[in-house]
């Protein structure tokens, strides 16, 4: 697992564009508008449509799979994208990201929507000549094989990123360990806020 990283941004991601990438990154990002902090623009991307909850202007939301999935496959997280897939997601991502000059990426490692996408939405950020940072959630100990798959991608990862927070489940649990889970990650979002709100929009 990462060491312990600073909880900040060096710099200003001001008119940045916000990705979603999987459950994780999209419930992250539901959290961040609820708490008032917005990209100029937001990007969801999950394998159902049924996974892409956050509406509103601004807001472009792609289902890779569409109505060709089996729910129960992909709703278990336990296939990896397809390549037809993969191609989607680079796909959706050069014309969300067109023109794009900051970008902020959100996703959790470990599944496989968030890890596998997280690389494809950086390349294409990059590409664009955009300032990229990323909010990464770690997976807690206990998900083995989630932890595995964190632990490999991980370091390609971070070498993509102009900025990274990361966000460890297991010092979620140490921090907020009286509260209900749910409300333990709304509150560690509410101090996300605080952090990207200088680089965000707030209505």
């Known amino acids: 697992m990462p060491g312990e990283m600073d909880l900040k941004l060096t710099h200003d991601y001001t008119d940045a564009v916000f990705v979603g990438l999987g459950g994780c990154g999209i419930n ?10 917005r990209g100029t ?4 991307i ?5 996974d892409l909850p956050v ?7 792609f289902a890779l799979c569409g109505k060709k999935a089996d729910p129960a496959r992909y709703l278990r997280s336990k296939a990896p994208l397809s390549l037809e897939e993969r191609a989607d997601a680079e796909k959706c991502l050069k014309e969300a990201l067109k023109g794009a000059k900051k970008v902020l990426l959100f996703a959790g490692l470990g599944g496989f929507t968030g890890t596998e996408t997280l690389p494809i939405a950086a390349n294409v950020a990059k590409a664009e000549g955009a300032t990229l940072g990323m909010v990464i959630t770690y997976p807690f100990k206990l998900e083995k094989k989630r932890c595995e798959r964190a632990e490999k991608a991980y370091p390609e990862i971070q070498k993509m990123a102009d900025d990274i927070i990361l966000k460890k489940n ?14 333990a990650f709304a509150r ?4 996300l806020a605080t952090m990207i709100l200088p680089g965000g929009n707030k209505e």
């Open 41 to 44: 623009k937001t990007v969801c």
């Open 188 to 191: 560690r979002d509410l101090e």
């Open 55 to 61: 509406k509103g202007d601004g807001v472009l939301s």
């Open 170 to 183: 297991d010092d979620l649990i140490l921090k907020f360990r009286e509260m209900p889970i749910g409300d």
């Open 46 to 50: 999950a394998r159902l449509k049924e």
């Open 28 to 37: 992250t990002i539901s959290r961040l508008r609820k708490a008032g902090v």
